[in-house]
Nanobody, 118 residues
Framework: QLQLVESGGGLVQPGGSLRLSCVPSGFTLDLYAIGWFRQAPGKEREGVSCILSSDHDGSTQYADSVKGRFTISRDDAKNTVYLQMISLKPEDTAVYYC?????????WGQGTQVTVSS
């Protein structure tokens, strides 16, 4: 059983902030590329952000819809990846999923709900 567990979701007002966490069970994240994805009702799952492993310089990528508002980071000492979200919009409402990928290996979490509403 290898899995990821997301946490930190919840209900926030527009303009608010949340920090999501992704914690693995059964493996360490340091050699994995980590991606955050989200899926809103009636929409396809989309990539939000990703961070590469250290042997790929640990570079980051962001979807245009979240660029400048979301920040992905990793803390290898805590074996955790974070997604800091600020200036949240109702359009950000979705279930957020963490993915860890290494070569042919790919692991998913079960998601954490983020709801942005007045």
């Amino acid at each position: 059983q290898l899995q990821l567990v997301e946490s930190g979701g919840g209900l926030v007002q527009p303009g608010g902030s949340l920090r999501l966490s992704c914690v693995p069970s059964g493996f360490t994240l340091d050699l994995y590329a980590i991606g955050w994805f989200r899926q809103a009702p009636g929409k396809e799952r989309e990539g939000v952000s990703c961070i590469l492993s250290s042997d790929h310089d640990g570079s980051t990528q962001y979807a245009d819809s979240v660029k400048g508002r979301f920040t992905i980071s990793r803390d290898d000492a805590k074996n955790t990846v974070y997604l800091q979200m600020i200036s949240l919009k109702p359009e950000d409402t979705a279930v957020y999923y963490c993915n860890a990928q290494r070569r042919t290996l790919s692991y998913w979490g079960q998601g954490t709900q983020v709801t942005v509403s007045s």
